[in-house]
């Protein structure tokens, strides 16, 4: 596994290096620290923070190749990403402020939106890998997504869970919802979603990955955050599709975004697409 870890020098890009450090060493991936800024006057900063950041890779057992740009940090990620192949990129950002739609930065959207790889937003402080929440949703391709959480997870010893969240139906179905959240009488069924969450399973016990699947229903975006907080993951997993104009750029979902923008850890945007 190849992973770019990238640092403004702030205190968030100093979390993402510590949590994309977790992932680094437990793959055992060849690691680069991409360090940016827009001021030519920051060289020094930037390089002392990078300095800083190997040494925090060193502590964790990684070996870290360190380089520095001057310039637009998104212009230089995507060209960074496309002049080499990554398997991961990290990044750490920050909120904007407590209310409206749009509370991560806009910089970390468009990181999302437009390089190739998986993108690891770390948010907040999270000091440990042990326990992991793929948000398993309609995608046609989120077998990918649970494929390389599966390679992270087995790398890392950690948990996997994967979350489907129905829509409430009407309460005259009240039995249906009991039966739909029964994880095992709904895995004995041949429904499209019994199916689903099948194959996505036999991907993690294939890797000897210790997986639970949990249904609910209601509000999917509260069921997920509700889910996150009260079992106190490490890592939430969603996913991207990409974008079927001429350029190159991949489509963050409603609940994606919704959940980089209420969640209080790291988020791992995994590409759902053929590619």
């Known amino acids: 596994m190849k992973i770019l870890i990238c640092t403004d020098g702030s205190d968030q890009a100093e979390h993402a290096i510590r949590f994309g450090g977790l992932i680094a060493s437990a793959c ?3 690691t680069t620290l991409l360090g940016i800024t827009e001021d030519e006057g920051n060289k020094d900063e930037i390089f002392d923070s990078l300095k800083h950041g190997q040494q925090l890779l060193k502590d ?3 070996k870290a190749e360190a380089t520095s740009k001057v310039g637009e940090p998104i212009r230089e990620i995507v060209k960074r990403t496309a002049d080499a192949e990554y398997d991961l990129v ?3 950002a920050t909120r904007k402020g407590a209310r409206g739609p749009f509370l991560m930065s806009a910089k970390a959207y468009k990181i999302v939106k437009e390089v190739e790889p998986p993108v690891l937003v770390v948010l907040g402080k999270r000091k440990d890998l042990k326990r992991i929440l793929v948000c398993s949703g309609d995608q046609k391709r989120f077998d990918k ?3 390389f959480t599966a390679t992270i997870a087995k790398a890392a010893g950690a948990s996997v869970t994967l979350f489907h969240v129905l829509i409430e139906p009407p309460l ?3 039995d249906l919802i009991r039966m739909e959240e029964d994880v095992d009488l709904l895995l004995e069924s041949n429904s499209t979603l019994a199916n689903k969450l099948k194959d996505e399973k036999k991907i993690l016990d294939k890797m000897e990955v210790d997986d639970q699947i949990r249904l609910s229903h ?7 955050i509700k889910e996150v907080r009260g079992e106190d993951y490490d890592l939430v997993v969603a996913g991207s599709s990409r974008h079927s104009g001429k350029l190159q750029s991949y489509f963050i979902g409603n609940i994606t975004r919704q959940i980089l923008n209420r969640a209080d850890r790291p988020v791992l ?3 759902t697409d053929e590619g």
């Open 60 to 62: 964790l057992k990684v």
């Open 269 to 271: 945007v995994v590409r």
């Open 28 to 30: 055992e991936a060849e």
């Open 172 to 174: 005259l179905y009240a």
């Open 90 to 92: 990290v990044i750490g």
């Open 218 to 224: 209601g509000h999917i975006i509260n069921k997920i």
């Open 145 to 147: 997504a649970v494929e």
